[in-house]
């Protein structure tokens, strides 16, 4: 019998608690054939790409194979990247919320390992972790693999790519023989079969077919375009289109940064991310995007590894991706969860043959577009503007408006269609320059991309210290401390950086707040 709802499988009742308050009513088509084959204990290669919901699929049989009463490792996953060994984590939390006892904890380059240490010692039953912090803590001897149950590889294909094999194998020698062994990986390549082969045990091959992966609600388009005129393209679609959160893909990190302060300079609120970004500076541009605060993400493929956000309505592929796996993957982070989306292209010369490779590999059609001119960008934004003035005329009441225009008709000695479009006109203006003052009003002060550096009057000397600086900052504001980047103090001075959107507002709060019972001076920095 096919197995299609988590309550048909003996799973523990506060794992099905969980499932239920996340919102799972089926199973997808890899959690559906993978689920049942690890709760019986064999060893599985499962082929499955993002978005399918994959982390269920191994995460659920690891936490009901778990006993929370031993407070050793029982479980690790190995994952390419920092974002993805967060995600997954997070994830494995909310599965096993109800489940009192077991501790998950992600473990990855830039964050303190001296931290990841006193949470090991305290007692850990998952560990969530990239390769290279896996094989610090096997060098430290702070992690023990004797109690080890189930060793899992998230994303295997791409940790290979990557070059973490030789760390791959040196910790699954190390995991005890009698475990189970669990691959997940978006291809079949050989040396994913040839870890298969020496680390696995009459290992059972799991995928799911390409039809199952397509999003058919996405609408994809390219733009042909000359390399010189890729900005501007790209923000004729924003402005038209104008969706609520966008992510744009390079492919390199360079090109992130440049296009990043490109967007920026034009007033677009946009942050970017790669690999080498500190953690801490990932966490605030995701956090940032989450909320709503950031409207564009522009990243690189591996960086855009475990982002899930449900509301994005456009991806733009600002480069053509250098894999055809990678159009699918960029693609899928759009039309989730049932709603539509959108995909654009800026296409460079030849760069049209690579892009008919793609649409053969997805069996998809991707549309040639007009590049919209000025005169479209502006028609639509218009629209859209007298669309919602549409819609107050028939749904709401604005009587008492009506007649406070007619008095000024009458005092002015307009016409009705003067008050209509000056007023279009000036809606239209404020669009296109609110944002760009919020961004030009600080120039450059020598921070880090989408941080704003400020001078404040005390250092040393009045016997400040940082953490006096991040407490004032983060509880006058209401602004999570974590999210506040470097301070460096001086004598009689001292400089920290706030995220650019917050900016305005700590300056204005602090102006009127005290550290250390002392009246502060607060200003944008000047760069030396």
């Known amino acids: 019998m096919k197995v299609t709802k988590f309550e048909e499988l003996e799973l523990n009742p506060s794992i099905l608690r969980a499932v239920e308050d996340m919102g799972f009513e089926e199973m997808s ?19 499955a790409q993002t978005g399918t919901g994959k982390t269920a699929a191994f995460g659920i049989p690891l936490l009901q194979k778990v006993d929370p009463k031993i407070k050793s490792l029982q479980g ?37 390992i001296s931290k990841q240490i006193r949470s090991l010692k305290s007692g850990v039953q998952i560990i969530i972790g990239t390769p290279g912090r896996v094989m610090d803590h096997m060098r430290r001897k702070t992690v023990k693999f004797d109690n080890i149950r189930m060793a899992i590889l998230d994303e295997a294909d791409e940790m290979l790519n990557m070059g973490f094999r030789e760390d791959i194998e ?33 290992h059972e091959i799991i995928k799911v077919v390409k039809k199952e992966l397509t999003v058919p609600k996405i609408e994809q388009y390219y733009y042909e375009v000359s390399p010189r005129n890729k900005d501007e393209v790209l923000s004729r679609l924003l402005d038209m289109y104008n969706p609520k959160l966008s992510l744009v893909f390079c492919n390199t990190k360079r090109k992130v940064d440049e296009l990043t302060a490109t967007l920026q300079g034009r007033g677009y609120f946009a942050e970017g991310l790669h690999g080498d970004l500190k953690q801490q500076q990932r966490d605030r541009v995701m956090h940032s995007f989450r909320n709503g605060k950031t409207d564009i993400l522009v990243a690189t493929d591996v960086a ?16 053509v991706p250098q894999d055809d796996e990678y159009y699918v993957h960029r693609i ?63 749904t709401e009441d604005h009587i008492k408006m009506i007649d406070l225009v007619e008095d000024k008709i009458n005092d002015y000695g307009f016409t009705a269609l003067d008050m209509a479009s000056a007023f279009l006109k000036m809606v239209m203006g404020d669009e296109n320059g609110k944002e760009e003052r919020d961004y030009e009003d600080f120039g450059d002060t020598g921070a880090e991309v989408g941080m704003v550096r400020l001078f404040i009057n005390l250092g040393r000397k009045q016997n400040v210290r940082p953490g006096d600086i991040l407490g004032a900052i983060a509880g006058e504001t209401g602004m999570p401390g974590k999210l506040i980047g470097t301070i460096d103090m001086y004598d009689k001075y001292t400089f920290v950086e706030v995220p650019r959107e917050y900016a305005s507002e700590v300056i204005q709060v602090m102006k009127t707040a005290k550290i250390k019972g002392k009246t502060i001076n607060i200003e944008p920095a000047n760069r030396k």
Do not use: W
């Open 29 to 47: 088509p890899i959690q559906a054939k993978a689920i049942p084959v690890i709760l019986e204990g064999k060893d599985v290669i499962g082929q």
């Open 76 to 112: 690790l996953v190995l994952c390419p990247t920092r974002e993805l060994a967060i995600q997954v984590a997070e994830e494995f939390r909310k599965l096993g919320k109800y489940m009192h006892g077991i501790k998950v904890l992600p473990v990855y380059g830039g964050q303190e």
């Open 170 to 202: 040196t910790i699954l020698s190390q995991v005890p023989e009698e475990r189970q062994t669990i691959m997940f990986s978006a291809t079949m390549a050989k040396p994913i079969l040839e870890i298969a082969r020496t680390y696995q045990k009459n």
């Open 304 to 319: 855009a590894r475990g982002i899930d956000v449900d509301d994005v309505e456009a991806v733009f592929n600002y480069d």
């Open 332 to 394: 899928g982070r759009t039309g989730r969860a049932g709603r539509e989306g959108r995909a654009f292209t800026l296409v460079v010369g030849r760069e049209v043959f690579k892009l008919r490779d793609i649409q053969r590999y997805c069996k998809t059609k991707i549309k040639l577009q007009p590049i919209p001119s000025i005169n479209d960008v502006t028609a639509v934004k218009a629209e859209k503007i007298l669309e919602k003035v549409k819609n107050i005329i028939e």
